[in-house]
């Protein structure tokens, strides 16, 4: 008989351990859902965020491309009214001027129509199909970039040596 005690305590004993068990495993899968929830309402958040984050971007660049277009027409108008000027005297010259005035305009009404995604396309697609070109401007844009920055820092020098 006390075999069968000990058998029963041990039923007794092993029962609890399955509840504890089972409660354990409730608790773990009630703890996965509601991490599992958190992440995804950390996810939509973050997403959220970035999609208002590309939104304003999108709309600062477009601000941004607007002001350089309104320029680019100012620049273009000046040419204009300079050919017109000259245009008795120097009329190659003058050609040349409306002729440098028309093509500023085009990208005017480029940079007003497409947003700054579709510029990049479009500059992608002429350096693959003028590279020449696009290296040669990039080359003679680097030369201004230097000179100017030589003349900057000759300025800075200038005026710290004044003082």
């Not at 504890?20 to 899968?29: G, P």
């Not at 958040?45 to 304003?56: A, V």
């Amino acid at each position: 008989m006390p075999q069968s005690k000990s058998k029963s305590t041990k039923n007794k004993s092993a029962q609890p351990d399955q509840k504890s068990s089972k409660r354990i495993d409730q608790a773990k899968e009630k703890t996965k859902k509601k991490d599992k929830k958190k992440v995804s309402e950390a996810k939509e958040e973050t997403s959220k965020s970035i999609n208002e984050t590309k939104q304003e971007t999108s709309r600062m660049a477009k601000q941004q491309l607007q002001s350089v277009a309104h320029q680019i027409d100012g620049i273009a108008y000046a040419l204009v009214k300079t050919a017109d000027n000259i245009a008795d005297d120097q009329t190659w010259v003058a050609d040349g001027a409306r002729h440098t005035a028309q093509a500023l305009e085009k990208v005017s009404g480029s940079l007003r129509e497409n947003d700054f995604g579709g510029l990049v396309r479009n500059f992608e697609d002429y350096a693959r199909k003028q590279p020449a070109v696009v290296l040669g401007g990039a080359a003679i844009a680097g030369f201004f970039l230097v000179k100017f920055l030589k003349n900057s820092t000759g300025h800075v020098e200038e005026d710290s040596s004044g003082d």
